[in-house]
Every structure is written in C-alpha cells, then in structure tokens.
C-alpha cells in the first residue's frame, strides 16, 4: 500500500549508493520535491526519463523543484551497479540518484512499483503519488499545479 497523502517524505536511510551528489531533509526543506522510483531493467521507467529531465530543466532552477531518483532493483540482476550508472549517464540524469539494493528506502516509501512518482510540497509533506507510464501527464499537472505555474 502506497504512502498516505499529507505523510512526510521519509529519510533516506540505508541506501547502497549515492549518484550525483547526496542529499538530507535540511537540503530539501522548503523546496517541492518529486522522488522517482525506477529499475535499470524496466524499459517503461527509461522511457519516462526523459521527462524527468524535462522537469529539472524547466522547473529545477526557476521553481526550485528537487529531484531525486530511486533505482529499485526487480531482480539480481538489477543489483549491479555498473550497469546502473552506465544508464544513469546514457540518459544524462544530473540529479541525485539511490541506488536502493537492500530496499530500504523503496521500503520507507512503501513502494511496489516501477515507475512511481511521489511529490512533495515545500512543506515536506506528499500531494501527489503516481504509479505506471502513462501517468506522466498527471505528475507533470501536479507538479506545475504545486508550484503555482500557470498554464499558457
């Protein structure tokens, strides 16, 4: 069963690595914040992230978004970690990523899927929890409905 909405961003303990740089509730605190959980082997997951790019570009520097992402392994094979950094660069993904092997942050977010987007206001607290591809136009709704962007 997936977080309750208004439920604070759990912390980020017990992670296997740390891509791109690392981060603690006091970087995030006042800032909008989207976690992605995603697999190295699930071909639905790298075709969303690209639009996760798309939102760290457009809303990251101007609106403040935080981006973090979660590698969730769905089997052995997914627990290697070249392989996971060689996609981590193939896609251009800058943010900073978990690599969750022992799925103790999958776990703290409740988490059973791939792809899965959870969104955090500045306040920490979840507004909006999205699992599957075809829920990318929806998280990029919540995302600009969050950050007070208007639609043109």
Same mark, same amino acid.
């Given at each position: *069963?997936?977080?309750?909405?208004?439920?604070?961003? $759990?912390?980020?303990?017990? #992670?296997?690595?740390? /891509? =791109?740089?690392? #981060?603690?509730? !006091?970087?995030?605190?006042?800032?909008?914040?989207? /976690?992605?959980?995603?697999? #190295?082997?699930?071909?639905?997951?790298?075709?969303?992230? $690209?639009?996760? =790019?798309?939102?760290?570009? /457009? &809303?990251?520097?101007?609106?403040?978004?935080?981006?973090?992402? /979660?590698? *969730?392994? %769905?089997?052995?094979?997914?627990?290697?970690?070249?392989? #996971?950094?060689?996609?981590?660069?193939? &896609?251009?993904?800058?943010?900073?990523?978990?690599?969750? =092997? !022992?799925? !103790?942050?999958?776990?703290?977010?409740? =988490?059973?899927?791939?792809?899965? &987007?959870?969104?955090?206001?500045?306040?920490?607290?979840?507004?909006?929890?999205?699992?599957?591809? %075809?829920?990318?136009?929806?998280?990029?709704?919540?995302?600009?409905?969050?950050?007070?962007?208007?639609?043109?």
């Amino acid at each position: *069963m997936p977080m309750k909405l208004r439920t604070e961003i $759990p912390d980020f303990a017990g #992670v296997t690595e740390w /891509v =791109n740089g690392q #981060v603690d509730r !006091a970087v995030l605190q006042g800032h909008p914040v989207l /976690v992605h959980f995603w697999a #190295v082997s699930c071909h639905l997951c790298k075709e969303g992230l $690209p639009f996760i =790019n798309h939102w760290r570009d /457009v &809303y990251g520097e101007q609106y403040k978004l935080k981006i973090i992402g /979660v590698h *969730m392994p %769905r089997s052995e094979k997914d627990t290697e970690i070249e392989p #996971v950094k060689a996609t981590i660069k193939q &896609y251009e993904l800058t943010h900073p990523i978990i690599i969750d =092997n !022992a799925h !103790a942050v999958t776990d703290a977010f409740q =988490n059973e899927f791939v792809p899965a &987007y959870y969104l955090f206001d500045d306040k920490l607290q979840l507004r909006h929890f999205q699992a599957g591809e %075809r829920g990318l136009q929806m998280v990029d709704q919540r995302i600009q409905k969050i950050l007070g962007v208007k639609s043109e």
